[in-house]
């Protein structure tokens, strides 16, 4: 099974999690994507689902295909949020923010009486940090947030390259009009201490670190679907 096959098939069994008469949250990215195409199929069945997304890009896609959407303003209580993930550790703590979209998926998934997280196993990891930690930013004191980022991460041991996200030779810019620092500090032993440490700093808008939001991860390997609940 090729790493498409493996998010189609992590989206199809997350699917049988849904039921009609739910109020969803919809994730983003490409596993997300996937899940939103199986989705679309069942809309056009007959199942009955209200859907939020988590960014303009999953918002246009479920425009396209049917999928009915509201907005946190008018549905501020979810059943179930299904979303993706660039990493995934036995708690069930990830690292999310590949596509930009970490601050509403956050939003929204806390919104959500659960969250499932759909992902092919490269995503599995035994400590998260092999992939660069995503941290939005406020556009204003862009270098002051930064120097405030690299010490906060000193105090704990981390250290590595802060990159700005760029996109087509431009910052990138998230849905709610902020930059990306993404932080390659490599291992993370405490993720707890790293998101409390991020959050006292005033620029810094949200960071990737998913903690205690994911209740089931659904995870598609070349021998089939496996699930994992927290470990904690
Ligand atoms: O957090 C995300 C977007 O902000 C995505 O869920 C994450 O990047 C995984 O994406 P993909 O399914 O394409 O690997």
New binding site residues.
């Given amino acids: 099974m090729d790493a498409k096959a493996m ?1 189609i098939e992590a989206a199809r069994a997350a699917l049988e999690h849904v039921t009609s008469g739910m109020r969803l949250g919809i ?7 996937e899940f939103v195409r199986l989705l679309a199929v069942k809309v056009a069945e007959g199942m009955k689902i209200i859907g939020v997304p ?2 303009e890009r999953t918002a246009a896609l479920c425009v396209q295909l049917g999928v009915p959407l509201s907005t946190l303003e008018e549905t501020p209580e979810l059943d179930l949020t299904i ?4 990493e995934v550790d036995a708690d069930l703590s990830l690292i ?7 601050l509403r ?1 956050k939003i929204v998934a806390s919104a959500s009486a659960k969250m499932i997280v ?3 196993e490269s ?1 599995i990891v035994d400590t998260l940090g092999r992939f660069p930690l ?1 941290i939005e930013v406020n556009r204003f004191g862009l270098k002051a947030t930064e120097t405030a980022v690299r010490k906060a991460a000193a105090s704990l041991g981390l250290s590595g390259p802060l990159t700005l996200r760029m996109t087509g030779g431009e910052p990138f810019v998230t849905d709610g009009g902020h930059l990306i620092l993404d932080a390659s500090f490599g291992r993370i032993p405490d993720a707890r201490a790293l998101s409390d440490a991020l959050h006292a700093i005033p620029g810094v808008v949200e960071h ?1 670190l998913f903690l205690g939001l994911a209740d089931l991860a659904v995870i598609a390997g070349s021998t089939g679907i496996r699930t994992l609940v927290p470990a904690r």
């Fill in positions: 998010k994730g983003t990215g490409s596993t997300a994507e988590t960014s979303d993706g993930a660039d999310k923010g590949g596509g930009g979209a970490l998926e759909i992902a092919d995503k995503p990737g």
